[in-house]
């Protein structure tokens, strides 16, 4: 009498189970250390099996000259140290990893714009990445100091003014905007509330 062949799972079921175990120890072990540390640990794990384990990445690495292995040895160390000290500013530009690192439960969710009145009495925002579109905001204006933030609504007058010499800013406002992100039924949240915070006067400016 033959003996059977032992059972064996489906790739897939293989797959779909160390998965689950995979996404079982990210979820326990965010709860004890921060979502922004943890993902990177996870990626810094990975990029190091594929430099152990995956054949292109190991022949391009041993291609290398031994200084060109030790510079790259170095600025990659750099890159992680600079993650993982939560300081992007001053190991820049090896910034910290925070794509998405927390939730924002505030409710309003509330934020500061600017927004210019022109010499014709027209409304309009000023926004750095419209006027400057090689910059992007990262931190929020509520955490410019008031000389910071007055120094940047004078300078996107002065970039808006360059460009729009037949209807210039005379004046421009700081205003805080607040969402509601469960409204009342009776209300809707398509017009934020706005509340005026400071008035710069521009027609003085040169």
Not at 81 to 109: A, K, S
Not at 115 to 122: L, P
Not at 141 to 148: Q, T
Not at 158 to 179: C, F, G, S
Request: hydrophobic share 50%; charged share 15%.
């Amino acid at each position: 009498m033959s003996a059977r062949a032992p059972s064996r799972l489906h790739p897939a079921i293989v797959v779909a189970i160390i998965g689950l175990c995979i996404a079982l120890i990210i979820w326990m072990v965010s709860f004890a250390v921060p979502l922004k540390l943890a993902g990177q640990a996870y990626l810094l794990i990975v990029i190091l099996l594929a430099y152990r384990y995956w054949p292109p990445m190991i022949r391009w690495v041993a291609s290398m000259p031994v200084a060109h292995r030790a510079v790259f040895g170095l600025l990659v160390g750099g890159m992680v140290l600079g993650h993982y000290t939560l300081n992007g500013r001053t190991y820049f530009p090896f910034v910290v990893w925070e794509i998405f690192p927390f939730v924002h439960e505030d409710d309003p969710v509330t934020c500061r714009e600017f927004i210019a009145t022109t010499a014709s009495g027209a409304k309009v925002r000023l926004l750095v990445e419209q006027l400057f579109p090689s910059i992007v905001q990262v931190n929020p204006l509520d955490s410019y100091s008031p000389e910071a933030t007055e120094h940047l609504a004078r300078a996107l007058a002065k970039i808006y003014n360059e460009r729009h010499t037949d209807d210039p800013v005379r004046q421009v406002e700081l205003m805080v905007m607040a969402v509601k992100l469960h409204p009342p039924a009776n209300e809707s949240r398509a017009q934020p509330s706005c509340e005026l915070l400071k008035r710069y006067n521009i027609s003085s400016d040169r």
